[in-house]
């Protein structure tokens, strides 16, 4: 290489070799930074969330607040396609501001698209705001059933009722009387 760089031509197969390297090096970590400011404007919107759940921010400032993080959360579904956060973000700063049908429009289709515990228990809680309790109560059950840890941030008289059921639902299913999971609903 020493040798190469002592001719013009030699140097110049170096440097144009290097900026090749240097371009492609550049197109292989341009989706990253889509991605890396994605990641960035949930970090965010989770801290306006935190901010207004742990009661630091309340009012019209706390409705902002959970307007922005919801808003951030979706320019960050726009990168992050099939990444369940930007929707339960979404989805919590709906429920903050007692918006339950557009929470519900929001969820179903995530949850037909993948199942998953903290979405399922937003949907009980979105139904709840709607008024919908039988279908409130189906997406906690759901939620028990998946995964019976997701459901402690609800009342402690709830919780205990929903285990009980889901004790019942293993019984049935145990004895061969339940063939499919509890309906979401």
Request: hydrophobic fraction near 50%; glycine fraction near 8%; proline fraction near 5%.
């Amino acid at each position: 290489m020493a040798a190469a760089c002592r001719s013009p031509e030699g140097f110049v197969v170096i440097v144009a070799a290097r900026m090749v390297a240097i371009v492609v090096l550049g197109l292989l970590l341009w989706p990253e930074l889509g991605r890396y400011r994605a990641e960035w404007l949930l970090a965010d919107g989770n801290a306006r969330l935190e901010r207004v759940l742990r009661g630091a921010t309340t009012g019209n400032d706390a409705m902002h607040m959970a307007d922005a993080a919801r808003n951030e959360a979706q320019r960050a579904a726009v990168v992050l396609v099939g990444d369940p956060r930007p929707i339960l973000q979404q989805s919590i700063a709906l429920l903050l501001q007692q918006r339950g049908t557009e929470a519900i429009a929001l969820l179903t289709p995530a949850i037909a698209a993948g199942e998953r515990p903290e979405l399922t228990i937003n949907l009980g809680r979105a139904r709840g705001i709607s008024g919908d309790s039988t279908g409130a109560s189906a997406a906690f059950l759901r939620t028990a059933w998946i995964s019976p840890a997701a459901i402690a941030t609800l009342p402690k008289a709830m919780r205990g009722d929903l285990l009980d059921q889901v004790k019942s639902l293993e019984a049935d299913l145990r004895n061969g009387r339940l063939t499919a999971a509890p309906p979401l609903g």
